[in-house]
């Protein structure tokens, strides 16, 4: 008989534990955008966000490896306890969510459960456009993946959905440059080009959880009538409509309020950048996954 490896032991006893908190994974510092905006409308759950800023950017890389990733910091939220791990990350919600919910979960915890932020996203799109015109502005990876131009296609089908990859925008807001002169030219570069690709759009999603620090400057270089869609509000009443809905996974995640912040690379580091995404003091803990 194949025994079963401790990790997957301690997981499946994790399962019938006492509650714990929920899970926010992110390449980065970003899905900080998406846990801000979660807390915001359900204060009394426990958090514990986990950045992988060590392998980070996950934008660039391939599907595989964003994968890999992806379930190894999965599987180290369920390690600690998460019964409820939410990928805050357009990447890994892209590239690795269908594929650790189909074929993972019920190896690691079959009770535990994994949700991305790019169905929420999705669902609510064709309430933002009279047109039918959407622009979606995101990494390389999430645009080569097709996940929004796919998932709107189902909620949507009468909706033209155009793409554009940003891939200088991550950089430049995890370097502070952002708001910078090369900061601005490289903001005006992707809103011209994707506005050249469809005249008719009204409005543009902000497919990644950093650019809604690009709110200010994109505003800038497009028309008024165009609205700009940030997932972060969007994903918080959707988890609160899931919890509703869910009482058994709603009932194992723990409520004092508490957040910890974990980060696989160096922890002043990451919390001097998560200072920009939550305008609050951040201590975070180094660990590796």
């Given at each position: 008989?194949?025994?079963?490896?401790?990790?997957?032991?301690?997981?499946?006893?994790?399962?019938?534990?006492?509650p714990g908190p929920i899970g926010v994974f992110d390449s980065g510092v970003g899905g900080l955008s998406i846990l801000k905006e979660i807390r915001t409308l359900l204060p009394y759950y426990d958090y514990l966000y986990l950045g992988d800023s060590a392998r980070s950017p996950y934008g660039t890389r391939s599907f595989e490896t964003v994968y890999q990733y992806t379930l190894e910091a999965v599987t180290a939220l369920f390690q600690m306890g998460c019964p409820l791990v939410i990928l805050a990350c357009n990447t890994a919600s892209a590239k690795a969510l269908r594929t650790i919910q189909q074929q993972d979960l019920q190896r690691l915890a079959p009770n535990n459960r994994v949700l991305g932020v790019i169905r929420p996203t999705t669902e609510t799109m064709s309430a933002y456009t009279q047109t039918r015109h959407i622009g979606i502005l995101a990494t390389p990876g999430t645009v080569k993946s097709d996940s929004y131009v796919i998932e709107i296609s189902r909620f949507a089908p009468n909706i033209k959905v155009v793409q554009q990859a940003c891939p200088m925008w991550v950089p430049l807001i995890e370097n502070n440059e952002h708001l910078s002169e090369g900061g601005l030219y490289f903001v005006e570069k992707y809103i011209q080009s994707?506005?050249?690709?469809?005249?008719?759009?009204?409005?543009?999603?902000?497919?990644?959880?950093?650019?809604?620090?690009?709110?200010?400057?994109?505003?800038?270089?497009?028309?008024?009538?165009?609205?700009?869609?940030?997932?972060?509000?969007?994903?918080?009443?959707k988890l609160r409509d899931y919890l509703s809905r869910h009482n058994e996974i709603d009932n194992r995640c723990k409520r004092s309020g508490q957040v910890r912040y974990l980060t696989t690379e160096d922890a002043a580091d990451f919390s001097e950048k998560a200072h920009l995404f939550m305008e609050e003091p951040i201590v975070a803990e180094s660990m590796q996954i």
């Open positions: 008989m194949r025994r079963k490896s401790p990790l997957l032991m301690i997981i499946k006893d994790k399962n019938n534990s006492a994707i506005l050249k690709k469809d005249k008719d759009i009204d409005a543009l999603l902000l497919a990644c959880t950093h650019y809604p620090l690009l709110i200010p400057s994109i505003s800038k270089f497009i028309p008024s009538h165009i609205k700009l869609i940030s997932q972060g509000a969007i994903v918080a009443q």
